[in-house]
């Protein structure tokens, strides 16, 4: 058996440059006398390989490879899924969950949406974060069927004090056709997790818009929703944020014939920042992937939406592979999915699924938080790489719900950074594409 440990070279995964195609050789073993044929498995994830390039693309910085049988020919060491990637930025050790009590800060209750009793209709669940038990649901009225929720159906988002909950609902036209009409709703939940009713707000329901994502503001004051309007001609790419004590709406909008819509929003900065990705409405599928994230001051004048910051620029992750980010509360950091499909062209996928922390100010990688490899026939790889998202961070930045390959919550800032925990939220055979604590 051979065995090769990935920090030696983990440098050579640093040569990756922002929207190049950085490399370097590494030889394979020499053909060992044993005839048995090739076979490499990274301790860490235990996943099995028939060729050190698959195992090295699909390893993280610090992994062991173990191959044994014959394996020959050259391996190279690629671009890894976020740039800049050295020897100090190991990805956190894996750590098994540890039962018990939930970690201190953790969020006691997550709301997401399925589909009621029967297949009828939606309904919002409350569950507990420490164990995934469901301590209430209610009806989610006018909803579009829950496996249309990535182009449209129910959005959550919650205000920081993980009591007031707002349920974003799109109806009025099918899935095919241009725009969809939202409306809002707002419930609070006990302190022991038991919803109330759902009221809807005030602020006119948006008309003809295709919603991305909604995000309301930490004191639960503003909500800001990113859409594409299709009224106009040319469709084009608008933030609207939501007074909703006064109903009031402000609007910034992309310039005409733009290509890019701005992905799911997060609040910084109390409530005066909010970050968005930027999605090329043109393409589908990976290639409408985000092609960076940006910041927008809503207490600075205008209304164009593009005259914000741009915290990481296209290149900084390497291309197609981001998937969905949300910026942490503090506006420091911003927690990135990323995707990598390592055999586009077989009929069983193998897919790499990457969790990483980036500095908000240079998009540089502060560390990566968590790889996960699974494989998929031609149908589900599309769903799971729909459905991949950073979901909902707490308060504090230091937990984020997410969606990999599996539901639930990540430790992103807080004591064991890297650790998951799976947690129920649909049935089998379903992924979350929005979620809230």
Known sequence: MRIFRLATVSAAFGLAVLGGTGWASLAAPAAQASTAPCMVVDDETQASYTSLQAAEVAASPGDTLSAT????????????????????????????????????????????TSSSPGGRGIQAVVRASASGRVTGTVPVPSALPVEWAGSGGTFVTAAADDRSFIIGVQGGQAPTKNGLDLRLFRFAISAAGKPGHLTELAPAP????????????????????????????????????????????????APARSVYIPGPPSWADGSRVIAFSWLNADQSGLMSAPRGIRLLDITAPGGNLVAGTVIVPRGVVAAGSLVSALITPDGRDVIVVTWRDLTPRASTHTVVVQFAELQASTGRLVRLLRTETARYDQVNV????????????????????????????????????????????????????????
């Open 69 to 112: 049988g014959t394996c020959t020919g050259t391996t190279e060491i690629t671009q890894n899924l976020v740039a800049g990637l050295t020897a100090a930025h190991k990805p956190a050790a894996h750590k098994p969950a540890v039962s018990g009590s939930a970690p201190a800060g953790l969020p006691r209750f997550y709301v997401t």
């Open 206 to 253: 948006m008309s003809n818009e295709t919603t991305e994502g909604i995000a309301l503001s930490p004191d639960g004051k503003l909500l800001a929703v990113s859409l594409q309007n299709d009224s106009s001609p040319d469709p084009v790419g608008v933030i609207q944020v939501l007074n909703l004590a006064t109903g009031a709406i402000r609007t910034w909008t």
């Open 382 to 437: 599309v769903t799971v790489e729909d459905s991949l998202g950073v979901l909902s961070l707490e308060p504090q930045g230091r937990y984020a719900l997410v969606q990999g390959v599996k539901f639930g919550w990540l430790d992103v800032g807080g004591p064991d950074p890297g650790r998951f925990t799976p947690l129920p939220a649909v049935p089998a055979g379903q992924y979350v594409n929005f979620a809230a604590w």
